[in-house]
């Protein structure tokens, strides 16, 4: 006899109560912590360059330092492999984790004290030393977070976990610090960050280690042929080398325009604003127009696919570009500030979105984690590399026509994309060739 197949109010009473498990809570202050450090190794760290009179130029050069989270792939291997010493009660993720967050808070209180004046090599290599740490962090998260619970309980567990994140990414690491800054200088603002990234360190000591954690450790490690040079065969077996290559590259590509950017920061305070517009346009504003593009962006491919949702999130983050030119002909004018701040978050929300779910039916199941690692740290590569120039062509030109740049580097993405069209399937998954 077939057992009675649960409510649709029971189904979601169960869904609720995920959300209320302690590990969900855990995950919402690991969001935090890894979102935190970002922008202030990142954009946040450009404008108090820019503000501590730094030219355009090595400001770009500056971005590199977030390279360490297009990489972190490269020493993923050796986290999973064995434990931390000093750390290694805790066991093998939360030792890693809590010495990266600790790592962290040190580092943003370095930054502080030190400044970018003083010694500027001490002070860039202490902010790679902050973004190294946070790299990690990211890594050991996203272990723990699949290893913590089974897989009914993963959605929530990611949802709680985005939340954190976006409160300590923009809100926290965008928003906050920029207020203190204005009001009481980079230093308090800095210093208080470092102790915002505390928080997760205390939920790690509090969280427990995962039970399967235990069971991998025991078991035989993969060697360098299975942890590396598999996926990468399995990828072009399935596709083979042309498409493959197209797909790699299309990948690549496709966040250019968004990741070129990188001068955006600098950029307002020369168009005018003052750090007090820029945290609550940019961050408090930004943030939830860039949270009600990805909820778009899911609505949107499950309406018509991933095929046309590619389409048109490349056009929208490309078009988005030119309200840039806007602030630039209306300099100081917060309405503009406003228009530019919801197109350019909005279509970033959405194409994120999209771009997840396009990986998504990329990968191998059987290399799900390092295929997806490595595709992800591809679609950042180009655009930050380009990036770090982004001030030198800015002084060699103009806003404008880097702006204008930005937004007609789409070309080779659509025409990629054009070539691609009839061998993507209109679903999320490839089709084999």
């Given at each position: ?33 890894c ?8 954009n ?8 501590s009179?730094?030219a ?5 050069l ?19 492999s ?5 750390f290694?009660?805790?066991g ?10 600790l ?18 090599s ?5 902010a790679?030393f ?6 990690t ?7 723990y ?6 897989v ?7 949802a709680?976990?985005t939340?954190?994140y ?13 207020y ?12 208080c960050?470092?102790?915002?990234a505390?928080?997760?360190a205390?939920?790690?000591?509090l ?9 991998i ?27 493959g290559?197209?797909?790699l590259?299309?990948v690549g ?6 990741q ?6 600098p950029?307002?305070?020369d168009?005018?604003f003052?750090?007090?517009d820029i945290a ?6 930004g943030?939830w ?7 778009l962006?899911g ?8 095929r ?6 490349a ?9 840039f ?5 209306h ?11 919801s197109?350019d ?13 396009f ?11 390092t295929?997806?690692a ?12 380009i990036?770090g120039?982004?001030g ?10 880097f ?20 061998r993507?399937?209109?679903?999320a998954?490839m089709?084999?060739q």
């Open positions: 006899m077939n057992s009675p197949s649960p409510s649709p109010r029971r189904g979601w009473r169960k869904a609720l109560a995920a959300f209320r498990t302690r590990s969900s809570i855990v995950l919402f202050f690991l969001g935090f912590g979102g935190l450090p970002f922008f202030l190794v990142g946040t760290l450009a404008i108090w360059l820019r503000d009179g730094w355009l130029g090595p400001i770009g500056a971005s590199y330092l977030t390279f360490f989270y297009v990489f972190k792939f490269l020493w993923a291997p050796l986290l999973d064995r434990r931390l010493p000093l290694h009660h805790l093998r993720r939360r030792g890693w984790l809590l010495a990266s967050q790592a962290i808070a040190a580092g943003l209180a370095a930054l502080a004290i030190t400044g970018p004046v003083a010694s500027v001490l002070f860039l290599g202490l790679g902050t973004a190294l740490a946070g790299a962090q990211d890594t050991m998260v996203d272990a977070r699949v290893e913590i619970a089974p009914e309980m993963q959605g929530a567990l990611a709680t976990y939340l954190g976006r409160i300590g990414l923009q809100l926290c690491g965008g928003a906050l610090v920029l203190l800054a204005d009001f009481a200088g980079w230093r308090a603002g800095y210093l960050m470092a102790a915002l505390l928080l997760p205390i939920a790690t000591v969280a427990r280690e995962p039970a399967t954690s235990r069971v450790e025991s078991e035989a490690r993969p060697g360098f042929l299975e942890a590396y040079v598999r996926p990468f065969a399995a990828f072009f077996k399935r596709y083979g080398w042309v498409l290559l197209a797909l590259a299309f590509l496709y966040k250019l325009p968004d070129m950017l990188s001068i955006a920061g950029f307002y305070l168009t005018g003052s750090k007090s609550t346009v940019s961050k408090v504003y943030v127009m860039g949270i009600g593009g990805a909820f962006g609505l949107v491919v499950a309406a018509i696919g991933v046309k949702s590619l389409l048109i999130a056009l929208a983050v490309a078009l988005s570009n030119l309200l030119i806007l602030m630039s002909m300099p100081g004018e917060l309405w503009t500030f406003v228009a530019t701040i197109g978050n909005l279509s970033q929300g959405f194409a994120g979105t999209i771009l997840v779910a990986l998504s039916g990329l990968v191998d199941r059987h290399y799900t984690a295929q997806y490595l595709l992800s740290s591809l679609a950042n590569l180009p655009g930050k590399l990036g120039f982004s030198y062509i800015v002084e060699a030109s103009s806003y404008t026509a702006f204008i740049i930005s937004s007609v580097s789409v070309v080779p993405t659509l025409l990629l994309l054009a070539w691609l069209w009839k993507i399937a209109p679903g998954e089709q084999d």
